[in-house]
DNA sequence: CTGGGGAGGGGGCCC
DNA sequence: AGGGCCCCCTCCCCA
Protein backbone atom coordinates (compact mmCIF):
# COMPACT_ATOMS: atom_id res chain seq x y z
CA UNK A 1 0.00 0.00 0.00
CA UNK A 2 2.63 2.26 1.02
CA UNK A 3 4.36 0.97 -2.78
CA UNK A 4 1.81 2.14 -3.62
CA UNK A 5 1.44 5.42 -2.27
CA UNK A 6 5.06 6.28 -3.09
CA UNK A 7 4.81 5.11 -6.71
CA UNK A 8 1.44 7.38 -7.45
CA UNK A 9 3.26 10.21 -5.53
CA UNK A 10 6.53 9.81 -7.51
CA UNK A 11 3.61 9.68 -10.86
CA UNK A 12 1.95 12.51 -9.67
CA UNK A 13 5.63 14.59 -9.60
CA UNK A 14 6.94 13.40 -12.76
CA UNK A 15 3.52 14.74 -14.25
CA UNK A 16 4.12 17.99 -12.32
CA UNK A 17 7.52 17.94 -14.07
CA UNK A 18 6.35 17.47 -17.70
CA UNK A 19 2.96 19.65 -17.31
CA UNK A 20 5.21 22.17 -16.20
CA UNK A 21 8.12 21.64 -18.97
CA UNK A 22 5.42 21.36 -21.61
CA UNK A 23 3.60 24.70 -20.18
CA UNK A 24 6.86 26.24 -20.07
CA UNK A 25 7.52 25.42 -23.72
CA UNK A 26 4.25 26.72 -24.92
CA UNK A 27 5.45 29.81 -23.43
CA UNK A 28 8.23 30.01 -24.90
CA UNK A 29 7.00 29.72 -28.42
CA UNK A 30 4.38 32.21 -27.44
CA UNK A 31 6.77 34.66 -26.09
CA UNK A 32 8.71 34.04 -29.22
CA UNK A 33 6.41 34.25 -31.40
CA UNK A 34 4.87 37.09 -29.59
CA UNK A 35 8.21 38.42 -30.06
CA UNK A 36 8.43 38.40 -33.76
CA UNK A 37 4.87 40.31 -34.21
CA UNK A 38 6.29 42.67 -31.68
CA UNK A 39 9.61 42.89 -33.52
CA UNK A 40 7.92 43.30 -37.07
CA UNK A 41 5.05 45.55 -35.73
CA UNK A 42 7.76 47.72 -34.11
CA UNK A 43 9.52 47.71 -37.52
CA UNK A 44 6.21 48.68 -39.04
CA UNK A 45 5.67 51.21 -37.06
CA UNK A 46 8.72 52.68 -38.18
CA UNK A 47 8.10 52.84 -41.29
CA UNK A 48 4.81 54.00 -41.16
CA UNK A 49 5.75 57.26 -38.96
CA UNK A 50 8.71 57.55 -41.43
CA UNK A 51 6.48 57.23 -44.07
CA UNK A 52 4.02 59.39 -42.49
CA UNK A 53 6.45 61.95 -41.98
CA UNK A 54 7.39 61.97 -46.37
CA UNK A 55 3.32 62.01 -46.98
CA UNK A 56 3.33 65.00 -44.34
CA UNK A 57 5.68 66.99 -46.32
CA UNK A 58 4.31 65.49 -49.65
CA UNK A 59 0.91 67.09 -48.88
CA UNK A 60 2.46 70.62 -47.33
CA UNK A 61 4.47 71.15 -50.54
CA UNK A 62 1.37 70.15 -52.81
CA UNK A 63 -1.03 72.04 -51.14
CA UNK A 64 1.35 75.10 -52.11
CA UNK A 65 2.15 74.13 -55.07
CA UNK A 66 -1.49 73.13 -55.88
CA UNK A 67 -2.63 76.81 -54.72
CA UNK A 68 -0.47 78.36 -56.70
CA UNK A 69 -1.82 76.53 -59.72
CA UNK A 70 -4.92 76.88 -58.96
CA UNK A 71 -4.95 80.33 -58.67
CA UNK A 72 -3.14 80.86 -61.85
CA UNK A 73 -5.68 78.41 -63.85
CA UNK A 74 -8.16 80.42 -62.22
CA UNK A 75 -6.91 83.41 -63.29
CA UNK A 76 -6.37 82.06 -66.82
CA UNK A 77 -8.87 79.57 -67.36
CA UNK A 78 -11.88 80.28 -65.28
CA UNK A 79 -14.40 78.41 -67.69
CA UNK A 80 -15.22 74.97 -67.19
CA UNK A 81 -14.95 74.40 -71.32
CA UNK A 82 -11.10 75.28 -70.96
CA UNK A 83 -10.44 73.10 -68.01
CA UNK A 84 -12.13 70.25 -69.74
CA UNK A 85 -9.75 71.04 -72.63
CA UNK A 86 -6.39 71.47 -70.04
CA UNK A 87 -7.71 67.94 -68.21
CA UNK A 88 -7.94 66.22 -72.01
CA UNK A 89 -4.80 67.51 -72.91
CA UNK A 90 -3.19 66.20 -69.83
CA UNK A 91 -4.60 62.97 -70.55
CA UNK A 92 -3.04 62.86 -74.38
CA UNK A 93 0.18 63.53 -72.40
CA UNK A 94 0.18 67.40 -72.86
CA UNK A 95 -0.25 67.94 -69.30
CA UNK A 96 2.53 68.74 -66.86
CA UNK A 97 5.00 65.46 -66.91
CA UNK A 98 6.71 64.92 -63.45
CA UNK A 99 8.47 61.17 -64.42
CA UNK A 100 9.11 60.54 -67.98
CA UNK A 101 6.31 60.19 -70.57
CA UNK A 102 4.43 57.70 -68.00
CA UNK A 103 3.71 59.78 -65.22
CA UNK A 104 2.37 63.03 -64.56
CA UNK A 105 0.83 65.09 -62.15
CA UNK A 106 -2.72 63.76 -61.09
CA UNK A 107 -5.23 66.09 -61.96
CA UNK A 108 -6.75 68.39 -59.78
CA UNK A 109 -9.61 66.40 -57.94
CA UNK A 110 -9.89 63.80 -60.58
CA UNK A 111 -12.61 62.61 -58.80
CA UNK A 112 -14.26 65.50 -57.01
CA UNK A 113 -14.52 67.78 -60.34
CA UNK A 114 -15.70 70.66 -59.35
CA UNK A 115 -17.01 73.64 -61.63
CA UNK A 116 -15.69 75.72 -58.38
CA UNK A 117 -12.48 73.58 -58.23
CA UNK A 118 -11.35 72.21 -61.40
CA UNK A 119 -7.87 72.38 -60.64
CA UNK A 120 -7.53 70.68 -57.34
CA UNK A 121 -5.25 68.61 -56.61
CA UNK A 122 -6.54 66.11 -54.14
CA UNK A 123 -3.63 63.68 -53.51
CA UNK A 124 -5.51 62.06 -50.65
CA UNK A 125 -8.45 61.16 -52.46
CA UNK A 126 -8.59 57.63 -53.05
CA UNK A 127 -8.21 56.30 -56.01
CA UNK A 128 -9.14 52.12 -56.25
CA UNK A 129 -9.38 51.08 -59.97
CA UNK A 130 -10.66 48.30 -59.52
CA UNK A 131 -13.92 48.00 -58.00
CA UNK A 132 -17.04 45.63 -57.71
CA UNK A 133 -20.42 46.40 -56.47
CA UNK A 134 -22.07 42.83 -55.89
CA UNK A 135 -26.02 43.42 -55.39
CA UNK A 136 -26.67 41.16 -52.56
CA UNK A 137 -30.05 39.60 -51.77
CA UNK A 138 -29.74 39.74 -48.62
CA UNK A 139 -28.00 41.31 -45.96
CA UNK A 140 -29.39 44.87 -46.88
CA UNK A 141 -29.36 46.26 -43.25
CA UNK A 142 -25.54 45.69 -42.89
CA UNK A 143 -24.78 47.48 -46.01
CA UNK A 144 -27.20 49.99 -46.17
CA UNK A 145 -26.23 52.65 -43.83
CA UNK A 146 -22.95 52.65 -44.97
CA UNK A 147 -23.55 53.52 -48.30
CA UNK A 148 -25.92 55.93 -46.85
CA UNK A 149 -23.15 57.02 -45.40
CA UNK A 150 -20.53 57.73 -48.25
CA UNK A 151 -24.07 59.29 -50.17
CA UNK A 152 -24.34 62.25 -47.67
CA UNK A 153 -20.69 62.49 -46.98
CA UNK A 154 -19.83 62.50 -51.00
CA UNK A 155 -21.97 65.49 -51.53
CA UNK A 156 -20.84 66.97 -48.80
CA UNK A 157 -17.32 66.79 -48.72
CA UNK A 158 -15.77 63.97 -49.88
CA UNK A 159 -12.60 64.25 -48.77
CA UNK A 160 -14.18 64.79 -45.31
CA UNK A 161 -16.57 61.74 -45.53
CA UNK A 162 -13.47 59.60 -46.70
CA UNK A 163 -11.76 60.63 -42.82
CA UNK A 164 -14.85 59.95 -41.18
CA UNK A 165 -14.98 56.45 -42.54
CA UNK A 166 -11.76 55.52 -42.36
CA UNK A 167 -11.78 56.58 -38.84
CA UNK A 168 -15.12 55.05 -38.49
CA UNK A 169 -13.85 51.56 -39.79
CA UNK A 170 -10.74 51.49 -38.11
CA UNK A 171 -11.83 53.15 -34.61
CA UNK A 172 -8.92 55.63 -35.22
CA UNK A 173 -9.40 59.32 -35.91
CA UNK A 174 -9.85 60.67 -39.64
CA UNK A 175 -6.51 61.61 -39.48
CA UNK A 176 -4.51 58.70 -37.94
CA UNK A 177 -6.72 57.09 -40.65
CA UNK A 178 -5.28 58.65 -43.88
CA UNK A 179 -1.55 57.31 -41.66
CA UNK A 180 -0.59 53.77 -42.77
CA UNK A 181 0.03 53.43 -39.19
CA UNK A 182 -3.74 53.18 -38.45
CA UNK A 183 -2.74 49.69 -39.66
CA UNK A 184 -1.22 48.35 -36.48
CA UNK A 185 -4.60 47.99 -34.36
CA UNK A 186 -5.70 45.86 -36.80
CA UNK A 187 -2.69 43.84 -36.11
CA UNK A 188 -2.48 43.87 -32.33
CA UNK A 189 -5.66 42.78 -32.50
CA UNK A 190 -5.41 39.85 -34.21
CA UNK A 191 -2.70 38.84 -31.66
CA UNK A 192 -4.19 39.40 -28.76
CA UNK A 193 -7.56 37.57 -30.25
CA UNK A 194 -4.86 34.43 -30.89
CA UNK A 195 -3.57 34.64 -27.60
CA UNK A 196 -6.41 34.15 -25.59
CA UNK A 197 -8.05 31.12 -27.37
CA UNK A 198 -7.40 27.59 -25.69
CA UNK A 199 -5.49 26.71 -29.01
CA UNK A 200 -2.98 29.92 -29.04
CA UNK A 201 -0.09 28.13 -30.19
CA UNK A 202 -1.55 26.92 -33.32
CA UNK A 203 -3.86 30.03 -34.00
CA UNK A 204 -0.63 31.87 -34.01
CA UNK A 205 1.18 29.94 -35.98
CA UNK A 206 -1.89 29.97 -38.39
CA UNK A 207 -1.83 33.24 -38.31
CA UNK A 208 1.66 33.67 -38.97
CA UNK A 209 1.83 31.29 -41.45
CA UNK A 210 -1.19 33.92 -43.06
CA UNK A 211 0.88 37.07 -42.36
CA UNK A 212 3.80 35.77 -43.62
CA UNK A 213 1.92 35.02 -46.91
CA UNK A 214 0.86 38.39 -47.09
CA UNK A 215 4.25 39.42 -46.01
CA UNK A 216 5.50 37.43 -49.21
CA UNK A 217 3.09 38.44 -51.26
CA UNK A 218 3.31 42.05 -50.75
CA UNK A 219 6.90 42.41 -51.41
CA UNK A 220 7.39 40.03 -54.00
CA UNK A 221 4.81 41.03 -56.92
CA UNK A 222 5.72 38.12 -59.12
CA UNK A 223 3.38 36.33 -58.25
CA UNK A 224 0.09 38.07 -59.08
CA UNK A 225 1.95 39.25 -62.14
CA UNK A 226 0.00 36.40 -63.92
CA UNK A 227 -2.51 36.25 -66.66
CA UNK A 228 -6.27 36.87 -64.66
CA UNK A 229 -8.17 35.23 -66.96
CA UNK A 230 -5.89 32.30 -66.38
CA UNK A 231 -5.90 32.19 -62.61
CA UNK A 232 -9.32 30.43 -61.96
CA UNK A 233 -11.52 31.04 -59.65
CA UNK A 234 -9.70 33.19 -57.76
CA UNK A 235 -10.55 36.16 -60.16
CA UNK A 236 -14.07 35.54 -59.04
CA UNK A 237 -15.48 37.68 -56.24
CA UNK A 238 -16.47 36.05 -52.67
CA UNK A 239 -19.80 34.62 -52.01
CA UNK A 240 -22.53 37.02 -51.59
CA UNK A 241 -22.81 38.10 -47.76
CA UNK A 242 -19.13 38.74 -47.24
CA UNK A 243 -18.26 41.19 -44.86
CA UNK A 244 -16.33 43.40 -47.45
CA UNK A 245 -17.72 46.85 -46.28
CA UNK A 246 -16.98 49.64 -48.30
CA UNK A 247 -15.62 50.97 -44.84
CA UNK A 248 -13.25 48.99 -45.90
CA UNK A 249 -12.43 49.96 -49.42
CA UNK A 250 -12.41 53.80 -47.76
CA UNK A 251 -9.26 53.05 -46.07
CA UNK A 252 -7.69 51.20 -48.67
CA UNK A 253 -8.50 53.67 -50.99
CA UNK A 254 -6.68 56.53 -48.54
CA UNK A 255 -3.91 54.66 -48.20
CA UNK A 256 -3.85 53.66 -52.25
CA UNK A 257 -4.26 56.81 -52.84
CA UNK A 258 -0.93 57.99 -50.93
CA UNK A 259 0.71 55.14 -52.89
CA UNK A 260 -0.15 56.99 -55.98
CA UNK A 261 0.85 59.99 -55.19
CA UNK A 262 4.26 58.45 -53.88
CA UNK A 263 4.57 56.22 -56.76
CA UNK A 264 4.09 58.86 -59.05
CA UNK A 265 7.72 59.42 -59.74
CA UNK A 266 8.71 55.60 -58.92
CA UNK A 267 7.92 52.42 -61.36
CA UNK A 268 9.29 50.50 -63.47
CA UNK A 269 8.97 51.14 -66.77
CA UNK A 270 9.04 47.66 -67.99
CA UNK A 271 6.30 47.53 -70.17
CA UNK A 272 6.19 43.27 -69.77
CA UNK A 273 6.11 43.93 -65.82
CA UNK A 274 2.05 44.24 -66.34
CA UNK A 275 0.58 46.75 -63.44
CA UNK A 276 2.45 44.85 -60.47
CA UNK A 277 5.62 46.52 -61.24
CA UNK A 278 4.65 49.90 -60.08
CA UNK A 279 3.30 49.07 -56.77
CA UNK A 280 5.17 50.51 -53.86
CA UNK A 281 5.05 47.73 -51.21
CA UNK A 282 4.83 49.78 -48.65
CA UNK A 283 1.77 51.59 -49.47
CA UNK A 284 0.46 47.85 -50.41
CA UNK A 285 0.81 46.61 -47.39
CA UNK A 286 -0.63 49.54 -45.66
CA UNK A 287 -3.39 49.25 -47.20
CA UNK A 288 -3.95 45.50 -47.12
CA UNK A 289 -3.12 45.90 -43.34
CA UNK A 290 -5.59 48.34 -42.80
CA UNK A 291 -8.23 47.11 -44.88
CA UNK A 292 -8.38 43.28 -44.78
CA UNK A 293 -9.36 41.16 -41.68
CA UNK A 294 -7.30 38.09 -42.61
CA UNK A 295 -8.48 36.31 -39.63
CA UNK A 296 -11.97 36.41 -41.11
CA UNK A 297 -10.98 35.23 -44.46
CA UNK A 298 -10.99 38.37 -46.06
CA UNK A 299 -7.28 37.47 -47.08
CA UNK A 300 -9.37 35.13 -49.61
CA UNK A 301 -11.25 37.74 -51.08
CA UNK A 302 -8.21 40.10 -51.35
CA UNK A 303 -5.96 37.66 -52.73
CA UNK A 304 -8.83 36.70 -55.09
CA UNK A 305 -9.61 40.32 -56.45
CA UNK A 306 -5.51 40.65 -56.77
CA UNK A 307 -5.13 37.65 -58.45
CA UNK A 308 -7.80 38.29 -60.41
CA UNK A 309 -6.54 41.90 -61.81
CA UNK A 310 -3.13 41.08 -61.04
CA UNK A 311 -2.70 44.71 -59.22
CA UNK A 312 -2.60 45.40 -55.70
CA UNK A 313 -4.17 48.66 -55.88
CA UNK A 314 -6.65 47.69 -58.59
CA UNK A 315 -7.97 45.11 -56.29
CA UNK A 316 -11.63 44.07 -57.00
CA UNK A 317 -13.61 45.27 -54.44
CA UNK A 318 -17.41 43.83 -53.31
CA UNK A 319 -19.53 45.69 -52.28
CA UNK A 320 -22.84 43.99 -51.07
CA UNK A 321 -25.73 46.21 -52.07
CA UNK A 322 -29.73 44.70 -51.12
CA UNK A 323 -30.86 43.40 -54.69
CA UNK A 324 -34.31 44.81 -53.49
CA UNK A 325 -33.06 48.26 -53.87
CA UNK A 326 -31.50 47.81 -57.97
CA UNK A 327 -34.48 46.46 -59.02
CA UNK A 328 -35.11 48.82 -62.42
CA UNK A 329 -32.91 51.06 -64.02
CA UNK A 330 -30.86 52.09 -62.00
CA UNK A 331 -30.35 50.76 -58.26
CA UNK A 332 -31.58 53.32 -55.76
CA UNK A 333 -28.70 53.23 -54.10
CA UNK A 334 -26.25 53.87 -56.12
CA UNK A 335 -28.06 55.73 -59.11
CA UNK A 336 -26.33 58.82 -61.00
CA UNK A 337 -27.39 61.47 -58.74
CA UNK A 338 -26.19 60.41 -55.31
CA UNK A 339 -24.94 57.86 -53.55
CA UNK A 340 -21.14 57.07 -54.37
CA UNK A 341 -19.78 59.56 -51.53
CA UNK A 342 -16.40 60.46 -51.35
CA UNK A 343 -14.06 58.05 -52.68
CA UNK A 344 -16.70 56.44 -54.27
CA UNK A 345 -18.08 59.96 -55.57
CA UNK A 346 -16.22 59.08 -58.42
CA UNK A 347 -19.27 57.26 -60.40
CA UNK A 348 -21.27 60.70 -59.35
CA UNK A 349 -18.15 62.85 -60.07
CA UNK A 350 -17.52 61.17 -63.40
CA UNK A 351 -21.37 62.08 -64.20
CA UNK A 352 -20.44 65.23 -63.11
CA UNK A 353 -17.46 65.27 -65.94
CA UNK A 354 -19.73 63.39 -68.76
CA UNK A 355 -22.26 66.08 -68.25
CA UNK A 356 -19.12 68.43 -68.60
CA UNK A 357 -18.44 66.48 -71.98
CA UNK A 358 -21.73 66.62 -72.91
CA UNK A 359 -22.50 70.20 -72.54
CA UNK A 360 -19.00 70.71 -74.69
CA UNK A 361 -19.55 70.23 -77.83
CA UNK A 362 -15.60 70.12 -78.48
CA UNK A 363 -14.78 67.67 -75.83
CA UNK A 364 -18.02 65.37 -76.71
CA UNK A 365 -17.09 65.37 -80.24
CA UNK A 366 -13.70 64.28 -79.21
CA UNK A 367 -13.28 60.50 -78.55
CA UNK A 368 -11.29 60.84 -75.21
CA UNK A 369 -10.76 57.40 -74.74
CA UNK A 370 -8.52 57.70 -77.92
CA UNK A 371 -6.32 59.48 -76.66
CA UNK A 372 -5.18 56.72 -74.14
CA UNK A 373 -5.79 54.25 -77.06
CA UNK A 374 -2.82 52.40 -78.62
CA UNK A 375 -2.47 55.54 -81.20
CA UNK A 376 -1.39 57.51 -78.33
CA UNK A 377 1.90 57.18 -77.75
CA UNK A 378 1.39 58.49 -73.98
CA UNK A 379 -1.17 55.95 -73.57
CA UNK A 380 0.59 53.30 -74.93
CA UNK A 381 3.81 53.91 -72.81
CA UNK A 382 1.53 54.19 -69.39
CA UNK A 383 -1.62 52.82 -69.95
CA UNK A 384 -1.66 49.29 -69.20
CA UNK A 385 0.65 48.95 -66.25
CA UNK A 386 0.57 52.42 -64.89
CA UNK A 387 -1.89 52.70 -62.39
CA UNK A 388 -1.24 56.18 -61.35
CA UNK A 389 -1.85 57.69 -65.28
CA UNK A 390 -4.76 55.52 -64.67
CA UNK A 391 -6.21 58.49 -62.24
CA UNK A 392 -6.81 60.34 -65.44
CA UNK A 393 -7.73 56.75 -67.45
CA UNK A 394 -10.70 56.47 -65.28
CA UNK A 395 -12.18 59.63 -65.28
CA UNK A 396 -12.11 60.18 -69.07
CA UNK A 397 -12.23 56.75 -69.94
CA UNK A 398 -15.50 56.23 -67.88
CA UNK A 399 -17.00 59.42 -69.17
CA UNK A 400 -16.50 57.65 -72.26
CA UNK A 401 -17.84 54.72 -71.60
CA UNK A 402 -20.70 56.06 -70.39
CA UNK A 403 -21.55 57.68 -73.15
CA UNK A 404 -20.91 54.67 -75.39
CA UNK A 405 -23.18 52.54 -72.89
CA UNK A 406 -25.57 55.62 -73.36
CA UNK A 407 -25.75 55.33 -77.10
CA UNK A 408 -25.97 51.87 -76.85
CA UNK A 409 -29.31 52.01 -74.82
CA UNK A 410 -27.42 50.25 -72.39
CA UNK A 411 -28.09 52.14 -69.05
CA UNK A 412 -26.48 50.77 -65.99
CA UNK A 413 -28.70 48.23 -64.81
CA UNK A 414 -31.23 48.41 -67.32
CA UNK A 415 -32.27 46.21 -70.36
CA UNK A 416 -31.23 43.11 -68.30
CA UNK A 417 -32.55 39.93 -69.07
CA UNK A 418 -30.64 38.20 -66.94
CA UNK A 419 -29.86 39.27 -63.04
CA UNK A 420 -26.99 41.24 -63.05
CA UNK A 421 -25.74 41.79 -59.54
CA UNK A 422 -22.29 42.69 -60.20
CA UNK A 423 -21.61 46.36 -60.37
CA UNK A 424 -19.17 48.20 -62.16
CA UNK A 425 -17.86 50.85 -58.97
CA UNK A 426 -17.26 53.28 -61.80
CA UNK A 427 -20.00 53.44 -64.28
CA UNK A 428 -22.36 51.44 -61.71
CA UNK A 429 -22.89 49.20 -65.20
CA UNK A 430 -24.63 46.30 -63.93
CA UNK A 431 -23.28 42.42 -64.98
CA UNK A 432 -24.22 39.16 -64.82
CA UNK A 433 -21.35 37.52 -63.45
CA UNK A 434 -18.08 38.72 -61.97
CA UNK A 435 -15.71 37.59 -64.68
CA UNK A 436 -18.20 40.33 -66.85
CA UNK A 437 -17.15 43.06 -64.87
CA UNK A 438 -13.97 42.49 -63.98
CA UNK A 439 -13.39 42.51 -67.80
CA UNK A 440 -15.05 45.57 -67.94
CA UNK A 441 -13.71 47.37 -65.37
CA UNK A 442 -10.86 46.97 -67.26
CA UNK A 443 -11.80 49.76 -69.78
CA UNK A 444 -11.27 51.94 -66.40
CA UNK A 445 -8.20 50.60 -65.10
CA UNK A 446 -6.31 50.65 -68.30
CA UNK A 447 -4.63 47.21 -67.33
CA UNK A 448 -4.06 45.02 -70.63
CA UNK A 449 -2.81 41.60 -69.63
CA UNK A 450 -2.27 40.06 -72.86
CA UNK A 451 0.16 40.74 -74.72
CA UNK A 452 1.26 40.16 -78.37
CA UNK A 453 4.07 37.79 -79.02
CA UNK A 454 4.60 39.40 -81.98
CA UNK A 455 4.56 43.29 -81.79
CA UNK A 456 4.52 43.78 -77.60
CA UNK A 457 0.91 45.04 -78.00
CA UNK A 458 -1.26 44.75 -74.80
CA UNK A 459 -4.97 44.23 -74.99
CA UNK A 460 -7.62 43.88 -72.15
CA UNK A 461 -8.81 41.24 -73.16
CA UNK A 462 -7.85 37.62 -74.54
CA UNK A 463 -10.47 37.56 -77.44
CA UNK A 464 -9.36 40.94 -78.56
CA UNK A 465 -5.61 39.68 -78.52
CA UNK A 466 -6.71 36.94 -80.28
CA UNK A 467 -8.10 38.76 -83.08
CA UNK A 468 -5.11 40.95 -83.42
CA UNK A 469 -3.56 37.85 -83.86
CA UNK A 470 -4.58 37.66 -87.16
CA UNK A 471 -2.86 40.53 -87.95
CA UNK A 472 0.46 38.89 -87.79
CA UNK A 473 -0.73 35.44 -89.32
CA UNK A 474 -2.83 37.32 -92.03
CA UNK A 475 -5.98 34.95 -91.10
CA UNK A 476 -8.97 35.73 -92.52
CA UNK A 477 -11.90 33.44 -91.54
CA UNK A 478 -14.22 35.10 -93.32
CA UNK A 479 -15.03 34.71 -96.55
CA UNK A 480 -16.98 36.63 -98.94
CA UNK A 481 -19.07 34.46 -101.38
CA UNK A 482 -19.87 36.93 -103.89
CA UNK A 483 -15.98 37.75 -104.52
CA UNK A 484 -12.88 36.70 -103.53
CA UNK A 485 -12.33 39.28 -100.29
CA UNK A 486 -11.19 37.76 -97.29
CA UNK A 487 -12.16 39.35 -93.88
CA UNK A 488 -10.22 38.85 -90.42
CA UNK A 489 -13.62 39.85 -88.46
CA UNK A 490 -17.24 38.27 -88.94
CA UNK A 491 -18.34 42.03 -88.84
CA UNK A 492 -16.38 43.55 -91.40
CA UNK A 493 -17.66 40.91 -93.82
CA UNK A 494 -20.82 41.67 -92.60
CA UNK A 495 -20.69 44.88 -93.83
CA UNK A 496 -18.62 44.23 -97.42
CA UNK A 497 -21.83 42.10 -97.96
CA UNK A 498 -24.00 45.03 -98.43
CA UNK A 499 -21.57 46.49 -101.27
CA UNK A 500 -22.76 43.18 -103.19
CA UNK A 501 -26.17 43.13 -101.65
CA UNK A 502 -26.63 47.06 -102.03
CA UNK A 503 -28.76 47.03 -98.61
CA UNK A 504 -28.66 50.25 -97.34
CA UNK A 505 -30.80 49.95 -93.81
CA UNK A 506 -29.95 53.44 -92.65
CA UNK A 507 -31.67 56.27 -93.76
CA UNK A 508 -31.07 59.99 -93.10
CA UNK A 509 -34.28 61.49 -91.31
CA UNK A 510 -34.03 64.56 -92.74
CA UNK A 511 -33.56 64.51 -96.42
CA UNK A 512 -33.81 60.35 -96.78
CA UNK A 513 -30.48 59.47 -98.36
CA UNK A 514 -29.89 56.02 -97.04
CA UNK A 515 -26.62 54.44 -96.54
CA UNK A 516 -25.46 50.80 -95.76
CA UNK A 517 -23.68 52.08 -92.42
CA UNK A 518 -24.63 53.99 -89.67
CA UNK A 519 -21.13 55.49 -89.62
CA UNK A 520 -21.93 56.60 -92.89
CA UNK A 521 -25.25 58.14 -91.94
CA UNK A 522 -24.15 60.06 -89.17
CA UNK A 523 -21.42 61.56 -91.14
CA UNK A 524 -23.47 62.91 -93.40
CA UNK A 525 -25.92 64.05 -90.53
CA UNK A 526 -23.03 65.87 -89.35
CA UNK A 527 -21.89 67.41 -92.70
CA UNK A 528 -25.41 68.41 -93.92
CA UNK A 529 -27.98 68.76 -90.65
CA UNK A 530 -25.78 69.47 -88.22
CA UNK A 531 -27.64 72.64 -87.37
CA UNK A 532 -31.01 70.58 -87.14
C1' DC B 1 -17.32 55.06 -99.38
C1' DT B 2 -14.82 51.14 -98.00
C1' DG B 3 -11.31 48.17 -95.82
C1' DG B 4 -9.04 47.29 -91.68
C1' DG B 5 -7.65 47.30 -86.70
C1' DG B 6 -9.24 47.69 -82.28
C1' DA B 7 -12.44 48.35 -78.05
C1' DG B 8 -16.06 46.77 -75.63
C1' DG B 9 -20.90 44.69 -74.43
C1' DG B 10 -23.50 40.61 -74.44
C1' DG B 11 -24.73 35.85 -75.00
C1' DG B 12 -23.90 31.04 -75.24
C1' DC B 13 -21.38 26.79 -74.70
C1' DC B 14 -18.51 23.71 -72.15
C1' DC B 15 -16.59 22.03 -68.05
C1' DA C 1 -24.27 27.29 -60.63
C1' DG C 2 -20.52 29.58 -61.89
C1' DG C 3 -16.14 30.34 -64.34
C1' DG C 4 -13.57 30.32 -68.62
C1' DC C 5 -13.72 30.91 -73.11
C1' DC C 6 -15.37 31.96 -77.52
C1' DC C 7 -18.05 34.32 -80.67
C1' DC C 8 -21.21 37.87 -82.43
C1' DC C 9 -22.15 42.40 -82.71
C1' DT C 10 -21.65 47.43 -82.65
C1' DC C 11 -18.95 51.17 -82.59
C1' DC C 12 -14.89 54.04 -83.32
C1' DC C 13 -11.07 55.62 -85.78
C1' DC C 14 -7.74 55.71 -89.46
C1' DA C 15 -6.13 55.10 -94.14
Same mark, same amino acid.
Given at each position: ?53 ? *? ?27 ? *? ?108 ? @? ?7 ? %? ?31 ? =? /??? /? ?13 ? @? ?54 ? =? ?70 ? #? ?27 ? #? ?35 ? /? ?32 ? =????? #?????? %? ?38
Amino acid at each position: MANCMVFHTQIASIMEVLANAAVAEICKLVDDDYAVFRLEITQSQKENRTLRRK *LLELKVARERAERTARERVLAIRPSRVKI *LDRYRGMARGEGHLTGGNRSFVKPAGHNTWRDDQPITVDERSGFSTQNIIVIESADSEAVGPVVKQERSGGEEDPQHSRDIQTGAASGAPPVATEDPATAQPRTRHSITE @VSGTQNAVL %KSETDTETLTVTHRFLHTGSDHRSDPERLGPLG =C /PPA /PGSEYLPVFHQSQRT @VNSRGDVDALDTGGDDPSCSYTTEMDPGNISLGLETQTDLSRGDWNRYSSSVYSEG =CLDKKGEVIVVDEGKVEGDAPPTWNADSHLGDGHSQGRDFLNYRGSLETNANVATHSSLDAFRGRDPVFTSM #APSDSHGQILFDQVLNSNDRARAQTQGEG #ATSGNSKEKRFLCMFCKKGFSCSQKVERHQRVHTGEK /PFSCTQCEKRFSRQDNLKMHQRVHTGEKPFSCTQ =CHMRF #AQAGHL %KMHLKVHTGERPFNCTHCGKRFSERRNLRIHQQKNHATL
